[in-house]
Nanobody, 122 residues
Framework: QVQLVESGGGLVQAGGSRRLSCVAS????????MGWYRQGPGKQRELVAT???????NYRDSVKGRFTISRDNAKNTVYLQMNSLKPEDTAVYYC????????????????WGQGTLVTVSS
């Protein structure tokens, strides 16, 4: 079974920084896109950033210039460096990955992490 484990959440003051990590483990042949999503209090889950296996990135407008997504393919790990944090960035941050289990399965499956809470105080 494939699982994603996030780490790095916690309490940070506005203007501060935080780095989230997410490690994928299990029966993985390859990973296509990895990404970070978040769900703030009373809000729907929203995309924060994604990164392809080749390194192409995509960000939601509100985090552009402040957040940076990166990955280490050898370690099946994706990171989210968050700078200049704002109270509105407070949310549970979820890691997501599209992976291939290999073998006779030709497509990609989707897996989610359990989430890590980031709280930004004003």
């Amino acid at each position: 079974q494939v699982q994603l484990v996030e780490s790095g959440g916690g309490l940070v003051q506005a203007g501060g920084s935080r780095r989230l990590s997410c490690v994928a483990s299990g029966k993985i042949f390859s990973i296509n896109t990895m990404g970070w999503y978040r769900q703030g209090p009373g809000k729907q889950r929203e995309l924060v950033a994604t990164i392809s296996s080749g390194g192409s990135t995509n960000y939601r407008d509100s985090v552009k210039g402040r957040f940076t997504i990166s990955r280490d393919n050898a370690k099946n790990t994706v990171y989210l460096q968050m700078n200049s944090l704002k109270p509105e960035d407070t949310a549970v941050y979820y890691c997501n990955a599209d992976y291939s289990p290999g073998g006779s399965y030709l497509g990609y499956l989707e897996v989610w992490g359990q989430g890590t809470l980031v709280t930004v105080s004003s």
